[in-house]
């Protein structure tokens, strides 16, 4: 099957655009981790919000105010345990892979545009292998948001020593985080295809040198 380079083109800057937008508004939004404790609020009848989101930046209390969450690069010196040191390493380390997916596809898209305009072989290549890596960055990132996200609430639980509460409490990941995967496989088959692209330019030129 003939493939055409043009159509290439355009599907993998719409898919890498949006690869780019979804990463851009997940790492702007709160919505990573959400605590539901409306049932909890219920039952005590209390007026203080106790349900919550969070991002990678801050956590938001519902009817309240956002506050950061602990600079997890200024805690050499801090009194903490060894468990929340660990958990700050982990917190310090998808807040570096998150951003650099992002600086990684702003670099393919510039090379990418430039590929496709000079067909060049080895630069679509190039582009193909560095989208490839901004996915295992951004894949990476999401593994490491996951398991922080397990070992915080290990952590929340042996601090509370009591899981009856949690029976009330619905703990789940957000719509930031699904925004993140969305972006992951967009990015695999941007990459993906620039491969593709590479190959068509690569056949089509040993076709010429052959004639």
């Given at each position: 099957?003939?493939?055409?380079?043009?159509?290439?083109?355009?599907?993998?800057?719409?898919?890498?655009?949006?690869?780019?937008?979804f990463l851009v508004?997940?790492?702007?939004?709160?919505?990573?981790?959400?605590?539901?404790?409306?049932?909890?609020?219920?039952?005590?009848?209390?007026?203080?919000?106790?349900?919550?989101?969070?991002?990678?930046?801050?956590?938001?209390?519902?009817?309240?105010?956002?506050?950061?969450?602990?600079?997890?690069?200024?805690?050499?010196?801090?009194?903490?345990?060894?468990?929340?040191?660990?958990?700050?390493?982990?917190?310090?380390?998808?807040?570096?892979?998150?951003?650099?997916?992002?600086?990684?596809?702003?670099f393919g898209g510039?090379?990418?545009?430039?590929?496709?305009?000079?067909?060049?072989?080895?630069?679509?290549?190039?582009?193909?292998?560095?989208?490839?890596?901004?996915?295992?960055?951004?894949?990476?990132?999401?593994?490491?948001?996951?398991?922080?996200?397990?070992?915080?609430?290990?952590?929340?639980?042996?601090?509370?020593?009591?899981?009856?509460?949690?029976?009330?409490?619905?703990?789940?990941?957000?719509?930031?985080?699904?925004?993140?995967?969305?972006?992951?496989?967009?990015?695999?088959?941007t990459g993906a295809?620039?491969?593709?692209?590479?190959?068509?330019?690569?056949?089509?030129?040993?076709?010429?040198?052959?004639?």
């Amino acid at each position: 099957m003939k493939v055409n380079l043009g159509v290439l083109s355009l599907f993998v800057a719409l898919v890498g655009v949006s690869s780019f937008i979804f990463l851009v508004v997940a790492i702007a939004t709160d919505f990573w981790y959400i605590i539901d404790a409306s049932k909890l609020e219920t039952s005590r009848n209390g007026t203080d919000a106790l349900s919550s989101h969070s991002g990678l930046w801050r956590t938001c209390r519902v009817r309240s105010e956002c506050y950061p969450l602990i600079n997890p690069f200024w805690h050499e010196n801090a009194n903490i345990t060894d468990s929340h040191r660990q958990l700050l390493y982990m917190h310090g380390t998808f807040v570096i892979l998150m951003p650099l997916s992002l600086i990684l596809m702003i670099f393919g898209g510039m090379t990418g545009f430039i590929s496709i305009l000079a067909r060049a072989y080895l630069l679509l290549l190039m582009t193909g292998l560095l989208f490839l890596f901004g996915a295992l960055v951004t894949l990476t990132g999401i593994s490491v948001y996951i398991a922080y996200s397990a070992a915080a609430f290990e952590e929340a639980v042996c601090l509370l020593r009591s899981k009856d509460l949690l029976v009330e409490i619905d703990i789940r990941f957000g719509w930031s985080l699904a925004l993140v995967w969305i972006s992951f496989v967009a990015e695999v088959l941007t990459g993906a295809v620039f491969l593709l692209a590479a190959r068509v330019v690569g056949l089509k030129q040993r076709h010429e040198q052959a004639l």
